[in-house]
């Protein structure tokens, strides 16, 4: 199953690769030829397709977790300053995205978004300790019932040129659900408040929607 944003993609991809291969095959008697620019053609559209993967995901919809927004690796558990909303001292989780993860981004908790906000920038790489605050990136502020405001960050890098945010201020989501989505990766922050139990540990691996960060 495809996400929604790559259906533009993939098929102006196809179109072209599908008109690459006819044109070498009239142009061409060279059968090695022939296979080779449709070998090579299968394996450039898997390539780009797999970037838009949309697997199926969830857990049982709880207010006493928060789970992870997005597939990767937990790079950086730390207190830090959160200078953008809170303004003040919060529990940050930050899992990078590399090119053969899910792009998908998920909601991490049920509840009202109180704020949602794009920021142009720059296109640091991921891992850059400068890029939550100077890179393109979104910021989407779920309020909850139990865990209260619950701040997430989609960051841009190197090679991720869009972000995409579907979250609009006054609209209830559902943990779990298609929040947005960044082309080719990159890293999402997650702003916790201090007394937040968290559930993993550095290097762990995610799976959006599924995997829990952190509990009541």
């Known amino acids: 199953m495809f996400h929604k944003e790559g259906f533009k993609i993939l098929t102006v991809a196809i179109l072209l690769l599908i008109g690459i291969n006819l044109i070498t095959n009239y142009y061409s008697q060279n059968n090695l030829l022939i296979y080779s620019v449709f070998g090579v053609s299968m394996l450039l559209f898997l390539i780009v397709a797999q970037f838009f993967r949309n697997p199926k995901r969830g857990v049982d919809e709880s207010e006493e977790y928060i789970v992870s927004p997005v597939d990767g690796k937990v790079v950086a558990i730390e207190e830090?300053?959160?200078?953008?909303y809170f303004k003040d001292k919060r529990i940050?989780?930050?899992?990078f995205m590399s090119?053969?993860?899910v792009h998908v981004t998920r909601y991490p908790i049920s509840g009202t978004v109180a704020y949602s906000k794009y920021h142009p920038g720059k296109f640091l790489v991921a891992w850059h300790p400068k890029?939550?605050?100077e890179?393109?990136?979104t910021t989407v502020v779920i309020s909850s019932k139990k865990y209260g405001d619950v701040l997430y960050r989609q960051i841009a890098g190197a090679l991720a040129k869009r972000i995409v945010n579907y979250a609009s201020e006054g609209q209830m989501i559902k943990q779990g659900n298609d929040s947005g989505f960044i082309k080719f990766g990159s890293r999402v922050d997650l702003f916790l408040p201090l007394d937040a139990n968290i559930e993993v540990e550095?290097?762990?691996?995610?799976?959006?929607?599924?995997?829990?960060i952190s509990k009541i």
């Open 80 to 84: 830090v300053e959160e200078k953008e």
């Open 92 to 95: 940050q989780v930050s899992i």
């Open 99 to 101: 090119p053969i993860n």
């Open 131 to 133: 890029s939550s605050e």
């Open 135 to 137: 890179n393109e990136r």
């Open 202 to 212: 550095l290097n762990q691996k995610m799976r959006g929607g599924e995997s829990i």
